[in-house]
């Protein structure tokens, strides 16, 4: 939501200012986290920061997410807030399949999960009959595709990275080129930018410092398919948030899509064991 209210002081603007106001909010956390681990370590013993492998992963995981946030970010100026975030969560679907082709294999019961997930995501974020694909449906594909890829990055590197530094790297890289791209296609204003201080503080330290930075730690203990599935839920908690604290009414429609999305939350923890025992037993 704080992104589609953004959409008024230009995309590279909005995403450089607050990704790099992500970045800010971490560096003490990192300096912090790095103390820490020092501390464990025994007397005399001293760890000297990794700058190049917190560099590349800050790099190999702030391109996708440049590409995915400015784009997302863009297609909110052509489609409503519902079908961007309904076309963005397929990333759900190419994580499995783009995982296939990484020599990841998904679950049975993950691949039951995503079908689900979809289903839910359609009841709950379009209306009925408003589907169609035009320029902002093309752009928010393409941002799909990008998150998918972030999603996989962040797979490789949170096992190998600080993940806060890791995080806090992403950020600058990803706000450094956005904001380049903001000086060369844009004209920002100061009294615009000024005018959308709180989503872009909003988006700046809940989205990127809280959110973005937790879905590094939980990737950590996660599969690329079922955290995927997981980072879906935003749509849910939007939706159910809307009705508990602002009073929005949910209609049947959304209400099924909860349940859908929960159920398929449901299917990816069930051990796959749980699906092979009636077909084990036919067999013996």
């Known amino acids: 939501m704080a992104q589609s209210e953004g959409a008024s002081i230009g995309t590279f603007t909005f995403n450089g200012l607050r990704?790099?106001?992500?970045?800010?909010?971490?560096?003490?956390?990192?300096?912090?986290?790095?103390?820490?681990?020092?501390?464990?370590?025994p007397e005399g013993e001293k760890k000297k920061f990794p700058f190049k492998d917190v560099l590349i992963g800050g790099v190999c995981c702030g391109i996708p997410l440049f590409i995915g946030g400015n784009l997302q970010q863009h297609a909110f100026n052509y489609i409503d807030v519902g079908k961007v975030g309904f076309i963005t969560a397929l990333y759900m679907v190419l994580v499995?399949?783009?995982g296939i082709f990484l020599k990841q294999k998904a679950r049975f019961n993950i691949w039951i999960g995503v079908a689900f997930g979809v289903i839910g995501l359609y009841f709950?974020?379009?209306?009925?009959?408003?589907?169609?694909i035009g320029k902002g449906e093309l752009i928010t594909i393409c941002?799909?595709?990008?998150?998918?890829?972030?999603?996989?990055?962040?797979?490789?590197?949170?096992k190998k990275v600080n993940n806060i530094a890791l995080s806090c790297a992403q950020f600058f890289v990803a706000g450094t080129l956005s904001v380049i791209c903001m000086?060369?296609?844009?004209?920002?204003?100061?009294?615009?930018?000024s005018g959308a201080w709180l989503p872009l503080v909003y988006a700046g330290v809940m989205s990127c410092g809280v959110a973005f930075t937790?879905?590094?730690f939980g990737q950590k203990y996660a599969e690329p398919a079922v955290?995927?599935?997981l980072l879906c839920l935003e749509s849910v908690f939007a939706v159910l948030f809307g009705w508990l604290l602002l009073d929005q009414m949910l209609s049947q429609r959304e209400l099924f899509g909860c349940l859908i999305m929960f159920i398929a939350i449901v299917f990816t923890q069930v051990p796959t064991e749980v699906f092979l025992k009636p077909f084990k037993k036919k067999n013996s």
């Not at 990704?19 to 370590?41: C, D, R, W």
């Not at 941002?143 to 949170?158: E, G, K, Q, R, T």
């Not at 000086?183 to 930018?193: R, V």
């Open 227 to 229: 955290a995927s599935l």
């Open 19 to 41: 990704t790099l106001l992500g970045g800010i909010v971490l560096v003490p956390l990192v300096i912090l986290s790095f103390k820490s681990e020092n501390k464990k370590l």
């Open 124 to 132: 709950l974020s379009i209306p009925k009959g408003d589907f169609s």
């Open 214 to 216: 937790a879905q590094i």
């Open 183 to 193: 000086f060369i296609f844009e004209e920002p204003k100061l009294s615009e930018i």
């Open 143 to 158: 941002c799909s595709v990008a998150f998918a890829a972030h999603i996989l990055v962040i797979d490789h590197f949170c």
């Open 96 to 98: 499995p399949v783009i």
